[in-house]
């Protein structure tokens, strides 16, 4: 018997485990101002879970979530903002303070609910199969491409900060109102946004776990390892690599809507490079090459961050930032991989218990060059 | 269109240029020289700033003498990181870029909690609040200083990694490290002192951006991804970075006197993921292997 | 020319310096064609150039009778040309049984791969490839731990799977045994009836045992043509290449 870590049945049953103790947690707790900070946790665990998929298993470290995140975002916000728009008030105050008395082209898709919310999803995860298109086709990879991201994430910011009359500027949108769909409205502060949450994570969960053990899988985790050796057994790379950043952006996009529809805001600040890096480090804490390590990670730190207020931040973030230095350093594959070697050493010990006779016509394990 | 305000367009776009230049400076070397890319590095610009805060506040010490004695204590700042944490990290590239954003939070942080959040100025001598007129142009006599600080150190480099011994060491050791360490280079000692020099001339354009903005402990963030972008366009080499940050730095501000400073620096994001897009190895990329 | 491969007047320079010159073969199914001559001789260049991972700057390299100069590595190798590489190149972090899965290259589209889960006919082939090299003992063990013997034998594994047409293997007996070789060497004689090889070797023995056809080259064109008793009687093959070579 293997290692348990790496035994399929085993991590269904674990991914199963963690999503039944998270469903429990509404009917244990009565607080809905917890239950909704611990649903935008959720959404970070999104967000960690599509940074793992493209990174640690893809080997495609992005720094530029925030782009399918916050573009996401924004077009739930615009999709919520025009829900409150009435025959006698149909112009947002973000254009009528700014001068403008029509509603920009930009704004009309959301004026319906259904176009909006695809419209929210569709254009991050688009942007992502161009953009990523673009430069995987150009061999772009590693540590280019993330600056890459890092540079168009800093032109998105850039741009949604200057274009007021259309984004907000710095203010951002603030919807009046919790977010509407098919007659239901999905109040921020309740049981029924953590579930909408809880149902977006566990579907990406399985989405995520089932590519990973593809076929389709199999391919991007050989390109992980040797992008060029694979190309010379006819795969297409730059397919496969913008394949799996566009389902990771999909995810994020997915995960901006269901933010918004937490906090009822969004401002230019999703687009920050601090904020997409810090999904990086949960992944990278938690431990990127396992999705639910990864998700737990999110939990983890978001979650000790906003115990220790804002008393504590500064030191909270300086030792955060030593953590992280620690763990690429010492443990570049996070805290998951300290299960794994423990699972691991159970596993030889109880090889060496059993004593299994070695089948006789291998020869002597050879050391490694 | 007044002739002079293009005039005086052109000539902040000099100057742009040569602030983006002696941010990219320090950059250009450690990637250049170990393929580094180290996200830290607009924190060691803020670390130039806040040492020559300290300097003055602290030690009375006139503010042209915090600039050199900046590029000392960051450099020091440098040559720690690079013995504590880089050299163990050559050749994971992808973990050295975030090994060094979690050291860029530790300096953030840490200068926070030392310094407290409240912004700084650096106090220079009265000379430098002026304007130059040229005509219908003017620009502040401390631009034209930065411009001066920037082509020397250019200069001082160029003469360092051409003419000097150490500066064939270092390119024996960018083009091969093996083959270097075979003729006897300490190809270590080299990475350390690159990157000790990199990190000064952090120290030093932070010494000049801190009168050029307030001194705050998030003044460097900015910095990074835009010093980056100069090095990757330039492709890596010195040269590069230059006619990077003048084409860069010029066009930033022609676009700016047609909309504002925020399209303009949109423009230019896009415009550089488009280059790099057709030319991922930079202008003048440098000859030889990468490690 | 009728050839499976067919190269016509390639030329590759680098900068200014030529490294493959005028270089012209044919290649007919069914045979191995042992690619031999000092070092610096263009092998692996022309290597690179057939399998796309360099362009050639003119030429033709008609494969199967389809041009295919100048195509990306993906689309030459689905066109049916497979690859062992001089330094062995396997997918370290994987196991050996997903190296041997991944080479089997048969469906290549990301979209349908997404919904596949199991490969028919994989399990199969993969025992028997297995088998043959030797392996079904690792096939649970990440490849980068393997011998390098191992690792080799498990390229020429992987090179199988892909099922070629055309294998180019580089240098496949660097670092194997005495018993190892013998093997390789029936191996590839059994593989003339469903492929056709080019073989880049070094040890003379090796290419007696296994060749139809030997092509020395020189200075990055050809220099002789024949059977391995023809080359080794031609008296400018043992002025530029048998003078100078090593022990085999």
Not at chain 3, 142 to 161: P, Y
Request: hydrophobic residues 50%; glycine residues 10%; aromatic residues 10%.
């Amino acid at each position: 018997m293997g290692n348990l870590y790496y035994n399929k049945t085993a991590q269904w049953i674990a991914y199963a485990a963690f999503f039944a103790a998270l469903a429990i947690v509404p009917m244990a707790i009565d607080d809905d101002f917890l239950l909704n900070q611990l649903a935008t946790y959720g959404v970070y665990g999104m967000l960690a879970l599509s940074i793992s998929l493209c990174w640690g298993f893809g080997g495609i470290l992005n720094l530029g979530q925030g782009i399918a995140f916050g573009l996401g975002a924004y077009g739930m916000a615009m999709t919520m903002q025009m829900q409150t728009q009435t025959e006698s008030n149909p112009i947002p105050p973000i254009m009528l303070n700014n001068g403008l008395d029509y509603l920009p082209f930009l704004w009309w898709p959301f004026q319906n609910t259904a176009v909006g919310l695809i419209f929210a999803v569709a254009v991050p995860t688009l942007f992502c199969a161009v953009f990523g298109g673009i430069m995987f086709r150009a061999r772009v990879s590693g540590p280019f491409f993330a600056i890459m991201t890092l540079a168009m994430l800093s032109a998105f910011y850039t741009i949604i900060l200057d274009q007021q009359a259309y984004t907000g500027g710095v203010n951002g949108i603030t919807p009046p109102a919790p977010f509407q769909f098919a007659g239901i409205e999905i109040e921020p502060y309740s049981p029924l946004a953590y579930w909408t949450v809880f149902f977006a994570l566990l579907t990406a969960t399985v989405i995520a776990k089932l590519i990973t053990q593809s076929s389709f899988g199999l391919v991007t985790q050989a390109i992980r390892d040797d992008a060029e050796r694979v190309r010379f057994l006819g795969y297409g790379v730059a397919g496969y690599e913008t394949m799996i950043y566009t389902i990771s952006g999909l995810i994020a996009a997915v995960a901006g809507c269901l933010w918004v529809m937490l906090v009822q805001y969004v401002s230019p600040a999703q687009l920050d490079v601090g904020f997409s890096i810090s999904m990086v480090i949960w992944a990278a804490i938690g431990g990127r090459m396992s999705l639910i390590g990864s998700i737990i990670g999110a939990f983890v730190i978001q979650g000790a961050q906003s115990y220790l207020g804002d008393a504590f931040l500064s030191t909270w973030l300086l030792i955060l930032g030593g953590f992280f230095i620690i763990i690429v350093r010492f443990l570049p594959n996070g805290l998951a991989s300290l299960l794994e070697a423990a699972l691991g050493l159970l596993a030889t010990k109880k090889k060496t218990t059993t004593k299994t006779p070695r089948e006789s016509n291998c020869a002597e394990p050879v050391p490694a060059e | 269109m007044e002739f002079g305000s293009v005039l005086n367009a052109l000539i902040l776009g000099v100057s742009i240029a040569s602030i983006w230049l002696i941010a990219a400076l320090g950059l250009t070397i450690i990637y250049g020289a170990a393929g580094v890319i180290n996200m830290a590095h607009g924190e060691l610009i803020m670390l130039g700033a806040y040492s020559s805060y300290m300097l003055q506040h602290h030690f009375g010490v006139p503010y042209l003498l915090c600039i050199p004695a900046s590029f000392v204590i960051v450099g020091l700042v440098g040559l720690i990181l690079e013995r504590g944490l880089i050299q163990y990290l050559y050749n994971r590239p992808l973990d050295t870029l975030l090994a060094t954003y979690g050291v860029s939070l530790v300096l953030m942080q840490g200068v926070r909690l030392i310094f407290g959040s409240d912004p700084k100025y650096l106090a220079v001598p009265e000379v430098f609040s002026t304007n130059i007129s040229l005509g219908f142009a003017s620009i502040s006599t401390f631009r034209v200083i930065v411009f001066a600080v920037t082509a020397l150190l250019v200069l001082a480099i160029w003469v360092l990694f051409y003419k000097t011994r150490f500066g064939v060491q270092v390119r024996a050791v960018m083009q091969n490290k093996e083959m270097a360490s075979s003729f006897g280079i300490n190809a270590n000692r080299v990475y350390m002192l690159t990157f000790a020099l990199g990190a000064g001339l952090a120290g030093v354009a932070g010494s000049l951006f801190g009168v050029l903005n307030i001194v705050l402990p998030t003044m460097g963030s900015s910095y990074v991804v835009q010093a980056f972008l100069m090095v990757v366009v330039g492709g890596g080499s010195l040269a590069g970075s230059v006619v990077a940050s003048g084409v860069t730095g010029e066009l930033q501000s022609v676009f700016a006197f047609f909309t504002n400073d925020t399209f303009a620096r949109f423009l230019i994001f896009v415009l550089i993921v488009v280059f790099l897009r057709f030319r991922p190895q930079g202008l003048f990329a440098k000859a030889g292997a990468r490690r | 020319m009728t050839g499976l491969l067919e190269i016509h007047h390639l030329c590759k320079s680098f900068d200014t310096v030529k490294v493959i010159d005028d270089f012209s073969l044919e290649v007919v199914e069914g045979t191995l064609c042992c690619l031999v001559g000092p070092n610096g001789a263009g092998k692996t260049t022309t290597m690179d150039l057939i399998t796309g991972r360099i362009k050639p700057t003119s030429g033709k390299i008609v494969f199967a009778s389809d041009d295919i100069t100048g195509q990306s590595e993906h689309e030459i190798a689905r066109a049916g040309i497979g690859r062992k590489f001089q330094v062995p190149a396997v997918l370290r972090d994987l196991t050996v049984r997903q190296n041997l899965a991944v080479a089997y290259s048969r469906q290549t589209n990301p979209f349908w791969n997404l919904l596949r889960f199991r490969v028919p006919g994989l399990a199969q082939k993969l025992d028997e490839i297995a088998t043959l090299a030797g392996l079904t003992h690792r096939l649970n063990e990440r490849a980068g731990i393997l011998s390098h013997g191992e690792t080799q034998w498990l390229e020429i594994g992987m090179v199988l799977m892909q099922e070629p047409r055309l294998m180019l293997m580089d240098e496949p007996i660097a670092g194997m045994t005495e018993s190892e070789i013998e093997k390789t060497a029936r191996i590839f004689k059994e593989l003339r009836k469903s492929t056709t090889l080019i073989v880049v070797e070094h040890d003379m023995g090796f290419v007696r045992e296994i060749a139809d056809v030997v092509t020395v080259m020189h200075m990055g064109s050809l220099l002789a043509q024949g059977t391995i008793r023809e080359i080794e009687a031609d008296p400018r093959v043992r002025a530029v290449y048998l003078g100078e070579q090593e022990a085999a």
